[in-house]
């Protein structure tokens, strides 16, 4: 063993490792534990006020101020906004992508630059999406509506739902195509039986994390879905939303709806973990269509 | 038959491709020619450097909107990137197997919650966190509503961007390399700094860039916790008023005033600016970065 300078350095060095492990062991804990935190906190505050007809009964007369009713309006606007805005931003985001990864050349000027395009709107912060929709509605004479908050919603998926899939289809191997190809299969062929098969379960994750994007988003809603306390019944009228029904509710002066707006918090985060959970399990279960 | 179905599909989805492209120019355009009344009335540096808040008057200077974004913004960055980039190392170079696995799906969670629940969550626990025990702390007084609340719940948002690129800066870095330092006899936080940092710093900065980029155009969250007073701020227990809530906020009477609507869509063109001057920036390092790697 050596002794002097030698040994303080080494043992100095020692010490940096080992302050350095804690610090990140540390930060780790942090990032982990705020996620259980913010949940914690949420169903906590919420507990006390969580009661079934929150989420069977649309709002009655005076539920802002405290009386009776429930936020089905919201739940169920918020629903069909996603969903619809999930099934437009999928008919759309498939074909760009198959285009991309079968059709077009590999690196070829349309495939970099349509892939920097879905960066850059990734980017897009979802109030200039939300800015960007009513400036639609207002050219095309529309009022805020169901349809407008589906359309505005399904530009802010795009980016989400293509990025995803096309991350998925870059990492299948070329063979595969070729294969198809070399059975006499036309490319159209090749993408709708062979390469989305194999892509499925990516296809649904994309899925479902665009659906969740959409059915949290207020930004984007606030200009173009309007809000309103009845279920709508058609794509013209306004459709309450979940995350707008929190908003509002926390502006509130009585105590009593502001801790409605927790219990819905809460509604909104048991929404969102059930479509991590739905999809992790479906993706167990449809991988075994896929070929290794 | 079917070459005729795959010729039509190809031109169809050829169409369809250039549509990604076409939307972003027609925001910006749009944009642009919404707040092009505002910017022939005013001048440009006026609107942008002025703190004359006054629509009803008709003065609307951004300035201390455009502060309170860069105040919060700032904040958020100081707090998430260096305990984003910890959590990233730790999970790259150092944790269990089982740690990572808890990790992964936890932050992917964490990237999924709705900024309402974020801003929700922030009222709760941050805001009287500011307020009662930080604030007290420093001996100074804040109610809580206040850009360092909007920071924290900011910073906590974009945790995920940060560790999701970083560690995907790290994987890209080859074994080798790692293995030649330590044994030299580096320790593993020797190596960790002076080759995996070293040689990931343009990806780890192209996260930040982008991490900047989210917590920027972030609205709902900040605008519940930031207190929305609409002066420049003088310090992080200031409450402050960022671009994205100013939108939020007014798009109700906006139609009302006159030129009111115009300086709104100068706002959101202003915060679509930065954010795609922003996103090329990553872009243009990460693909450089890479480059380099080859």
């Not at chain 1, 990025?163 to 070329?174: F, N, W």
């Not at chain 2, 909007?150 to 906590?156: D, H, Q």
């Not at chain 2, 970083?166 to 994987?171: H, N, P």
Request: charge should be positive; proline fraction near 5%; aromatic fraction near 10%.
């Amino acid at each position: 063993m050596t002794r002097g300078p030698e040994a303080s350095r080494l043992r100095r060095r020692k010490w940096t490792e080992r302050v350095f492990t804690w610090l990140m062991a540390g930060s780790t804990f942090l990032v982990i534990g705020s996620l259980l935190v913010i949940i914690g906190t949420i169903v906590w505050k919420s507990l006390p006020v969580l009661k079934l007809s929150m989420i069977t009964q649309t709002p009655k007369g005076g539920y802002y101020l405290g009386k009776e009713g429930g936020i089905l309006n919201a739940i169920v606007g918020s629903l069909y906004l996603a969903i619809g805005a999930t099934i437009l931003a999928f008919l759309f985001s498939l074909p760009v992508v198959l285009y991309l990864n079968l059709y077009a050349r590999k690196n070829s000027r349309i495939s970099s630059l349509t892939r920097f395009v879905f960066d850059v709107l990734w980017g897009i912060p979802s109030i200039v999406y939300g800015a960007f929709g009513f400036l639609i509605m207002v050219f095309f004479g529309l009022r805020a509506s169901l349809l407008a908050g589906i359309i505005t919603v399904a530009l802010l998926e795009l980016p989400i739902m293509s990025r995803a899939i096309d991350e998925v289809m870059r990492m299948i191997p070329g063979e595969l195509a070729e294969a198809s190809y070399s059975l006499g299969a036309t490319r159209l062929e090749t993408a709708l039986k062979v390469i989305v098969r194999q892509c499925l379960p990516g296809i649904l994750t994309a899925v479902l994390i665009s659906f969740g994007r959409g059915i949290g988003d207020a930004a984007s809603v606030l200009f173009t879905a309007g809000f309103t306390d009845r279920i709508p019944t058609s794509l013209f009228q306004p459709a309450a939303t979940l995350p707008l029904a929190i908003f509002f509710q926390l502006g509130s002066p009585v105590a009593e709806v502001q801790r409605r707006a927790y219990a819905s918090a809460a509604v909104l985060t048991l929404i969102i973990l059930l479509i991590s959970v739905v999809s992790r399990v479906l993706i167990k279960r449809i991988t075994k269509h896929v070929i290794k | 038959m079917r070459l005729i179905k795959d010729y039509v599909a190809r031109k169809f989805m050829f169409l369809l491709t250039l549509v990604p492209t076409f939307i972003v120019v027609l925001i910006v355009f749009g944009l642009f020619q919404k707040s092009k009344p505002i910017l022939l009335a005013k001048s440009f540096t006026g609107l942008l450097f002025s703190s004359a808040w006054q629509p009803l008057k008709g003065q609307f200077g951004l300035f201390p909107f455009i502060m309170g974004t860069l105040w919060v913004t700032f904040v958020a960055l100081i707090i998430a990137v260096p305990i984003s980039l910890l959590t990233a190392v730790y999970l790259s170079e150092y944790a269990p197997r089982w740690v990572r696995d808890l990790a992964k799906p936890i932050i992917d969670l964490l990237a999924g919650l709705p900024s309402v629940v974020f801003g929700v969550w922030g009222i709760l626990a941050v805001v009287p966190l500011v307020g009662d025990v930080i604030a007290p702390l420093f001996g100074t007084y804040s109610s809580g509503y206040s850009i360092l609340a909007g920071g924290i719940v900011l910073a906590v948002m974009i945790f995920p961007t940060i560790i999701h690129v970083s560690l995907e800066v790290f994987a890209s870095i080859p074994y080798p390399l790692r293995e030649a330092s330590l044994s030299l006899g580096a320790t593993k936080w020797e190596t960790v700094r002076y080759v995996v940092l070293r040689k990931g710093a343009q990806g780890i900065i192209a996260a930040g860039v982008l991490g900047l980029s989210r917590a920027f155009g972030e609205t709902m969250a900040v605008l519940m916790v930031v207190g929305n007073v609409p002066v420049v701020p003088k310090s992080v227990f200031s409450p402050g008023y960022p671009l994205p809530a100013l939108i939020a906020n007014n798009y109700g009477e906006m139609m009302s005033v006159p030129q009111y609507d115009s300086a709104l869509m100068l706002a959101a063109l202003v915060l679509l600016v930065v954010v795609l001057s922003f996103s090329v920036l990553a872009r243009w390092i990460l693909v450089r970065a890479e480059r380099r790697a080859e």
